[in-house]
């Protein structure tokens, strides 16, 4: 199994960007797939998570209403939307893929991508 996260780069405070992972060697339909980030010196932290179909996600508070997760079964790609971006989202951005349930637990996720950097300037 693969996870390829790409998307990632400086960005100046409001601005926006688009994360993108395509994964392989996995039926991707049948894996919920989230996002986490890990700020410099902290750890790691749940943003969002996508269920299988797409029709269900979830985020953590402080991206509600910025952030946007979605993904295409077709291309087995999973997107992080990311607008009015703050500083405090400087991150290193990983995603994930859980077979079992919608949950936020990252060590519930059986998958991991190698993550793309964020840095957001004020």
């Known amino acids: 199994v693969q996870l390829q996260a790409s998307g990632g780069g400086l960005v100046q405070a409001g601005g926006y960007l688009r994360l993108s992972c395509a994964a392989s060697g996995l039926t991707f339909s049948s894996y919920v797939m989230g996002w986490f980030r890990q700020a410099p010196g902290k750890e790691r932290e749940f943003v969002a998570v996508?269920?299988?179909?797409?029709?269900?996600?979830y985020y953590t508070d402080s991206v509600k209403g910025r952030f946007d997760i979605s993904r295409d079964n077709a291309k087995n790609t999973v997107y992080l939307q990311m607008n009015s971006l703050k500083p405090e989202d400087t991150a290193v951005y990983y995603c994930a893929a859980e077979r079992s349930k919608m949950t936020t637990t990252q060590y519930e996720f059986d998958y991991w991508g190698q993550g793309t950097e964020v840095t957001v300037s004020s």
């Open positions: 996508i269920n299988w179909s797409g029709g269900g996600t």
